[in-house]
């Protein structure tokens, strides 16, 4: 009798493995999608008036693009002999769609904002030492990058993952990420007042080519292309590979979150150093201190309450939270806007 971790005896399965692994990341993906939608205000208008948040947000979301991307072309290139089994090396030189890669873009994504940043006289940053470090010393990408690395050598069908993760939600809630920052304008992402270059913004999209795909489908057809490759791959795998390809959906947005919670801190740190200042002695205080503080910014509401806030790194205890709440909750009252007013809405469905 054949064994069952076969493809060719692979009991039937009510689920596709798309929509397993949707549902085994149901949790974590609407974790993240909440962090991302309620974060993008403070990197655009008027919040600030260069792209030099998105510009540190998106340089380390690249670096795993560039790594699973980079890793893939790798297997691609040995071929058959390699230490990919023939099976797998099907799979992956089937799914492949080089319209799909997202590197290219990002690449000239990172290339035009540093110039943007370069000439309005705020570079990105270069170093740790810079009020928000660069990727490459970022720990959370750090541990996400060798983890993708590992996880890639020991079992090349976990791609599928990062494929379907990755490349898909591009397509859903990418959708809306993108109008809100096309939003902020021409002016923001490519700055001048000519009419020519506000049209060559219109087809180029220069800062924002990672959310854009090649012809006038603008993606569409790939995205068919690829959910029907992806499900033709599904004959081909095994029981316990589809489990390995579920179990590293779930890494993917683990890492994610740990991003993203790093990237929280890099904003409080730049944007509001004294609150980021809160002794460690009270971690409670300072985590109020840091999120009231973001809110503030992300609502209009500053003047008294703000400066209270950011003067809170010299008081610890209960008694001195409960007070700045209750002066946040005061300020935002008087506000001529409530609080989180300009936060984009919370998208349900950021993969498909």
């Given at each position: 009798m054949a064994s069952d971790d076969t493809a060719t005896t692979r009991p039937e399965r009510s689920r596709s493995l798309s929509e397993e692994i949707n549902v085994a990341t149901r949790s974590a993906h609407t974790k993240l999608n909440r962090m991302i939608t309620a974060r993008l205000p403070?990197?655009?208008p008027p919040q600030t008036d260069t792209p030099h948040l998105y510009f540190v947000g998106i340089s380390h979301f690249a670096r795993v693009y560039q790594t699973f991307e980079s890793l893939w072309l790798s297997i691609l290139s040995t071929g058959p002999g390699s230490v990919v089994p023939p099976r797998t090396l099907s799979v992956l030189q089937h799914l492949h769609l080089p319209a799909l890669r997202r590197t290219p873009r990002l690449?000239?994504?990172?290339?035009?904002?540093?110039?943007?940043?370069?000439d309005a006289g705020r570079p990105e940053p270069q170093s740790a030492s810079t009020t928000a470090p660069t990727s490459a010393s970022s720990s959370a990408i750090q541990d996400f990058t060798a983890h993708i690395r590992a996880a890639v050598a020991a079992r090349p069908h976990v791609l599928l993952a990062y494929a379907w993760v990755l490349y898909m939600a591009l397509f859903a809630g990418g959708r809306h990420l993108r109008a809100q920052l096309r939003a902020a304008g021409p002016t923001f992402w490519a700055p001048t007042t000519t009419t020519t270059a506000t049209a060559r913004f219109e087809d180029r999209h220069p800062g924002l080519e990672f959310f854009y795909f090649a012809g006038d489908a603008d993606g569409s057809d790939l995205k068919s292309s690829f959910r029907s490759r992806f499900s033709a791959a599904e004959a081909l795998l095994t029981p316990s590979e589809?489990?390995?390809?579920?179990?590293?959906?779930?890494?993917?947005?683990?890492?994610?979150?740990?991003?993203?919670e790093e990237l929280d801190g890099l904003v409080t740190a730049s944007t509001f150093p004294l609150a980021a200042a809160a002794p460690a002695a009270d971690s409670s205080c300072a985590a109020f201190v840091a999120s009231s503080a973001r809110a503030m910014h992300l609502s209009g509401v500053?003047?008294?309450?703000?400066?209270?806030?950011?003067?809170?790194?010299r008081v610890v205890g209960?008694?001195?939270?409960?007070?700045?709440?209750?002066?946040?909750?005061?300020?935002?009252?008087?506000?001529?806007?409530p609080v989180l007013s300009t936060a984009t809405p919370y998208i349900p469905n950021f993969v498909v």
């Open positions: 403070l990197a655009l690449d000239a994504d990172l290339a035009h904002l540093s110039s943007v940043l370069a589809r489990q390995h390809i579920v179990d590293e959906a779930g890494h993917i947005f683990r890492h994610c979150i740990l991003l993203v500053g003047g008294a309450a703000l400066v209270a806030l950011r003067r809170a790194r209960i008694g001195a939270v409960v007070v700045l709440g209750l002066w946040f909750l005061l300020s935002a009252l008087r506000a001529p806007t």
